[in-house]
C-alpha cells in the first residue's frame, strides 16, 4: 500500500489553521495514524485510528477521514507544532506487505 | 514509563554487518510486538520490520528482505535487529517502537548506522 501526503510543505502563521492530507492507494480502512517529528527527537504518535487522539495530545490536533483519504487539521497552529508529520498506514494483510509510512508533509513558519 | 533505548550502531563498511539492541522497560514487553523504522538523511521514515510477542512471526520491507532479521529476547526485554550485507542507503538513524495494533506510541531515541567505506 503506497501512501501520498500533501503538500510536501504547508506554511503558515501561528494562529492559523493547518489542513494536511494524505491518501492510501487501496482502503485502509480506520488502520491510520499520524505522528509528529521534530530534528533529533523520537517521532510522536498523535493520532490513530484515524481520529484517536493519543495520550496527551492537545485537542487542536484532529483526525478524519476512512478508507483512501484522511486529513490531519491542527486548529490553531502553536509555536511548537512546527515539524514534519507524517502519516502511516496498518492495516492487517493475510501477507507480507509491509506497514508504510507518507513522505511527510513539513509545517514551517510563514 | 515506557523506555525504550537502542544501542550497537556505528560505522561500518559496506557489506558489513550489524547488531542493533533496543532494551525495553516500563511495561510488559512479552505483551507486545516490536518495530524498527529508520530515517535516512533529508528523508522519511520509513517502516523496517515488525516482530510479534514470542517472536513467531515477522514482517519486512523489501528493502531490507533476506539482510535484515528482527529477533527477541523476552527473557532480556530486549528486541535485535541484524543487519548483513549493508548497503550505503541503508545509512539512517534507526529507531526502536512498540507495535500497539499497528500504531507506535513508544518510540527510542534511535542509533546511527552509518554505512561508508
Known amino acids: 500500500i503506497v501512501m501520498t501526503q500533501s503538500p510536501a510543505t504547508l506554511s503558515v502563521s501561528p494562529g492559523e489553521r493547518a489542513t494536511l492530507s494524505c491518501r492510501a492507494s487501496?482502503?485502509?480502512?480506520?488502520?491510520l495514524a499520524w505522528y509528529q517529528h521534530k530534528p533529533g527527537q523520537a517521532p510522536r504518535l498523535l493520532i490513530y485510528?484515524?481520529?484517536t487522539r493519543a495520550t496527551g495530545i492537545p485537542a487542536r490536533f484532529s483526525g478524519s477521514g476512512s478508507g483512501t483519504e484522511f486529513t490531519l487539521t491542527i486548529s490553531s497552529l502553536q509555536s511548537e507544532d512546527f515539524a514534519v508529520y507524517y502519516c502511516?498506514?496498518?492495516?492487517?494483510?493475510?501477507?507480507?506487505?509491509?506497514?508504510?509510512f507518507g513522505p511527510g508533509t513539513r509545517v514551517d513558519l510563514q | 514509563e515506557v523506555q525504550l533505548v537502542e544501542s550497537g550502531g556505528g560505522l561500518v563498511q559496506p557489506g558489513g554487518s550489524l547488531r542493533l539492541s533496543c532494551v525495553a522497560s516500563?511495561?510488559?514487553?512479552?505483551?507486545?510486538?516490536m518495530t524498527w523504522v529508520r530515517q535516512a538523511p533529508g528523508k522519511g521514515l520509513e517502516w523496517m520490520a515488525n516482530?510479534?510477542?514470542?517472536?513467531?512471526?515477522?514482517k519486512y520491507v523489501d528493502s531490507v528482505k533476506g539482510r535484515f532479521t528482527v529477533s527477541r529476547d523476552n527473557a532480556e526485554d530486549s528486541l535485535y535487529l541484524q543487519m548483513t550485507n549493508l548497503r550505503v542507503e541503508d545509512t539512517a538513524i534507526y529507531y526502536c517502537?512498540?507495535?500497539?495494533?499497528?500504531?507506535?506510541?513508544?518510540w527510542g531515541q534511535g542509533i546511527l548506522v552509518t554505512v561508508s567505506s
Open positions: 517502537a512498540r507495535d500497539d495494533y499497528g500504531d507506535l506510541p513508544h
Open positions: 516500563g511495561f510488559s514487553f512479552s505483551d507486545y510486538w
Open positions: 516482530i510479534n510477542h514470542d517472536g513467531s512471526e515477522t
Open positions: 487501496q482502503s485502509v480502512a480506520n488502520n
Open positions: 485510528g484515524a481520529s
Open positions: 502511516q498506514q496498518y492495516k492487517p494483510q493475510y501477507n507480507d506487505w509491509p506497514f508504510t
